[in-house]
Structures are given as C-alpha cells and as structure tokens.
C-alpha cells in the first residue's frame, strides 16, 4: 500500500511461456519479498532480498527466479519449470531496523497470474 | 520448516456478533503479527505482538500472544459490515537467523452478514 506498485493487475501467459512481474518500490526500504497466495493456502514466500545483488529463497522458489539490481526494483521471473504457476503474486518491502521486533512489510496490489 | 496453524478457515457472523480467529505454533516466535485483506486487495499491517503474554486493543479489535509465545488471537468484538475480510497471523520464529522473513496462517475469512 502506498509506494509499491506492481504491474500489471492481471497475466494471461500461454504454458511452456517464462513471465516476469514487476515490482517496484519508493519507499526507500532495504528490504523486499515475493509471495504466492492460492486459496485456502495464504501467503507462501517465494524469495526475498536485503541488500541490492543478494537475495534467499523461500519457502517455494523452485521454478522461479528473481533479480535485485536497484534497491527500488525486485522482478520476479516465473519459469516454464513451476508447475503450476496459475496464482495471486504479492510483492512487499520493508525497512531493516535491526530492532527486536520484525519491521512491517507493505504490499503492493499484486498481480493475478493466468497460464493457460 | 516453520509451521503456523490457524483456525477456523471460515467464519460467518450476523453484524454485531464476535469473532475470535486463532493462530499457533510448534515452535516459539520471535514476534507475531497481524494482516488483513480485504476481498479483491493487498494484506495490511494491523499489528505486531512481541512480548510473551501481551494484549493490544485497536478499537474494537483485541491481540493476544501467548505466555510461551507459541499461539495468538485475534477478537473482534460487535463485529461490522467493514470487518468483511481475511485476517492472516504471520509469525517471526525465535532465534532465527532470516531477519524479516515472516510465515503466514492460512488466514481466517470472515464474512458479516446485516
């Protein structure tokens, strides 16, 4: 919300296709991730990334692929090799404070992915 | 890895009624916190618990964490037309060494019926 946009809202790609979503932030957070959210399943983390050139998998990355070369910017790219990529992708940020809680992470209004 | 239970999956009230959602865990958190979505958007911070057996009240919205802090809930008291939504648990676990990395509930959908 506020200062994370992605795009577009909905995907349509034909199977055997790979497809990248955007996701772009002005927030000036350290800190972004990419989640996969089916029904009845919530929000399962794909990949995330701290620092510009670093990032970690998550709990599903298998059959995706990501880039992190501006701090602003954290693409997602989804591979002919996920299985079933048909799904809601949600992409948020945070800052880093280092603090004993863990920062807030702010959505963006994500894209609905479509394989056909 | 880390999992987060959370009951019911749904849950339909008449307006004005309570609604409680829980969320536990096998293992002890760090912190935990609170998202809602509405229907057709993006989760929202609500927010964020992290010291064993505390309570936060926003409004007519009551957060508990647990003393071992393994489980949480989340009420609603009177509930309304605007509550309408799926409310999601997302939990940091202790001693972790992923800063930030949250693992979501399966999240609670709550309808409210006029």
């Known amino acids: 919300d506020g200062g994370i946009t992605q795009s577009p809202k909905y995907l349509f790609r034909k199977e055997g296709q790979n497809v990248t979503l955007s996701c772009e932030q002005n927030l000036n957070h350290d800190a972004m991730y990419w989640y996969r959210q089916d029904p009845g399943q919530g929000l399962r983390l794909i990949y995330y990334?701290?620092?510009?050139?670093?990032?970690q998998k998550g709990d599903i990355a298998e059959g995706y692929s990501v880039s992190r070369e501006k701090k602003e910017s954290f693409p997602l790219t989804v591979t002919s090799a996920q299985k079933n990529p048909t799904a809601f992708y949600l992409c948020?940020?945070?800052?880093?404070?280092?603090?004993?809680?863990?920062?807030?992470?702010?959505f963006g209004p994500g894209t609905r992915l479509t394989v056909l | 890895g880390q999992q987060v239970m959370q009951i019911p999956q749904y849950q339909h009230v008449q307006e004005g009624e309570d609604f409680t959602t829980y969320c536990n865990s096998s293992t002890t958190l760090s912190n935990i916190q609170w998202y809602k979505q509405r229907p057709g958007g993006h989760p929202v911070f609500l927010i964020q618990l992290v010291k064993s057996g505390e309570v936060k009240k926003q409004k007519r919205l009551t957060f508990q964490f647990g003393e071992a802090k393994k489980n949480s809930s989340l009420h609603i008291t009177a509930t309304q037309t605007t509550d309408v939504g799926t409310y999601f648990c997302?939990?940091?676990?202790?001693?972790?060494?992923?800063?930030?990395?949250?693992?979501f509930g399966q999240g609670t959908i709550l309808t409210v019926h006029p």
């Open positions: 990334s701290q620092i510009v050139n670093d990032f």
């Open positions: 948020a940020s945070s800052i880093i404070s280092g603090g004993g809680g863990t920062d807030t992470q702010y």
């Open positions: 997302a939990a940091a676990n202790a001693g972790g060494t992923s800063y930030g990395k949250l693992t």
